[in-house]
């Protein structure tokens, strides 16, 4: 169990994901957080990193810090994606290692699972067959973060542990016009044409793959529950168990915002991965179960959306 007064170290604490599990903390009643700004801390300068470590000694790490984007960024810019993620997440946790760091918990993705794995997918399908081609940058360099933490465990006994979120959203997400993911892209899509008056949207693929959400507030009571009573080298889904299409998802989204015009799909541009459920059996039997439902989830991140025109355009 993490002490109330434990110094506890939250990489990424401005994002979407580092921003909730700050959230969670202070619900929690833990006070002694140390965070760090980019402009701060340059997770990719090992120097850096290493001195930062050196100085704090934070007894537990949630590592929520990542370049992320959507299919188009991903595509765009794989050496990008790998480097960077690559880089940030070998410094941090190892200069967690070097300085006893008493756990860490290492958030990878859903989406560095194999593209067809079988469905729900369960913790053990990891690097059983071939990657979705439209991400394999950023998936390699989380599987070698994963890696990574199992590796310090076998070798040195450091209780560094992992969790697999699956697709997330909510406040502090990235709304950018083609690099956001899918929720947030579609928020911005929908509340721009209904502002502009427009009588139909325009929106990739074909609409049926099938995608699993989670609010991002519930995956950080996820975490820290983990952070409790979880230590093991096997890593753990977060999700809901639950799933829609892509079409379904867009159809919420149009009736959340307000949007009511025409909705067209564009068939000549990627779905990416047909299906992508995960099995959180493992996650349950440590008894947690979300409890933010979609449309709930949407019309809160759209009321984010909404208080903040500037970073949302960003």
Known sequence: ??????????????????????????????????????????????????????????????????????????????????????????NVIHGAWQNHCRKLLFLGSSCIYPRL????????????????????????????????????????????ISAMPTNLYGPGDNYHPTHSHVL????????????AGAGEVVCWGTGSPLREFMYVDDLAEACLLLMQVYSGKETVNLG??????????????????????EIRWDPSKPDGTPRKLLDVGKLESLGYHHTTKLEEGIRRTYQDFLAGPIRARR
Do not use: W
């Open 117 to 160: 794995a079988p469905q729900p997918i369960r913790e053990e399908s990891l690097l059983t067959s071939a990657l979705e081609e439209t991400n394999e940058a950023y998936a390699l360099a989380k599987i070698s973060g994963l890696k990574y933490c199992a590796y310090l465990r076998e070798q040195y006994g450091a209780d560094f």
């Open 240 to 261: 809901t168990g639950e799933e829609l299409s892509i079409r379904e998802l867009t159809e919420l989204v149009a009736k959340v915002v307000g949007y009511e015009g």
């Open 1 to 90: 169990m993490m002490e109330k007064n434990a110094k506890i170290y939250v990489a990424g604490h401005r994002g979407m994901v580092g921003s909730a599990i700050c959230r969670a903390l202070g619900r929690m009643g833990y006070a002694n957080l140390v965070t760090r700004t980019h402009e701060e801390l340059d997770l990719c300068r090992q120097d850096q990193v290493e001195a930062f470590f050196a100085q704090e000694q934070p007894d537990y790490v949630f590592l929520a810090a990542a370049k992320v984007g959507g299919i188009l960024a991903n595509r765009d810019a794989p050496a990008d994606f790998l480097y960077d993620n690559l880089i940030l997440e070998l």
């Open 184 to 195: 947030p892209a579609l928020i911005r899509r929908f509340h721009e044409a209904k502002e």
